[in-house]
């Protein structure tokens, strides 16, 4: 499928928030299953004191958000450059409902995401999954969207 130099070359996504690792099964267009491997040297656990409980640890609900909606944009661009068009814009999930978390995500612990792409409208795109550890369920997604906006547009200042 694809590893990470392939995804790192697709998706517009970088250091330190390219997160995921490899493409392990994919339908094009319409399904994926991407895994990522949380590691305790994770931007998100810099500067942390010494002697905090696990609980402490468990990844951000927001990185795992993202990571999962990762694999939707590698759908996304799979289909943009199957019709040999360029990415017009940034990449932005921009809502997500239904969401449920079933238990924390540790350092050690590999994600296994699987998305799936309800439809494609325009530039925007409506998903759904869930995300595992092992075979035990972490996280669901009843749906998503992304959308695709032209970066001149695109506000990074509050």
Request: with cysteine.
């Amino acid at each position: 499928m694809h590893d990470y130099a392939a995804i790192r070359d697709l998706i517009p996504h970088a250091h330190p928030m390219l997160l995921v690792d490899r493409v392990v099964e994919m339908e094009p267009f319409h399904r994926i299953v991407t895994v990522k491997t949380v590691s305790g040297s994770e931007p998100c656990y810099a500067g942390m004191a010494k002697g905090l409980d696990t609980r402490a640890f468990a990844y951000p609900s927001s990185l795992l958000m993202e990571s999962w909606g990762q694999g939707g944009a590698i759908l996304w661009m799979e289909r943009i450059k199957a019709e040999n068009r360029e990415r017009s814009g940034a990449l932005i999930l921009a809502a997500t409902r239904k969401v449920r978390l079933h238990r924390a995500v540790l350092p050690g612990d590999t994600l296994r995401h699987v998305v799936q792409v309800d439809q494609y409208v325009g530039d925007n795109l409506f998903l759904s999954g869930k995300s595992y550890v092992g075979d035990e369920l972490v996280s669901e997604v009843g749906s998503a969207i992304a959308v695709m906006r032209p970066a001149e547009r695109v506000s990074w200042e509050g």
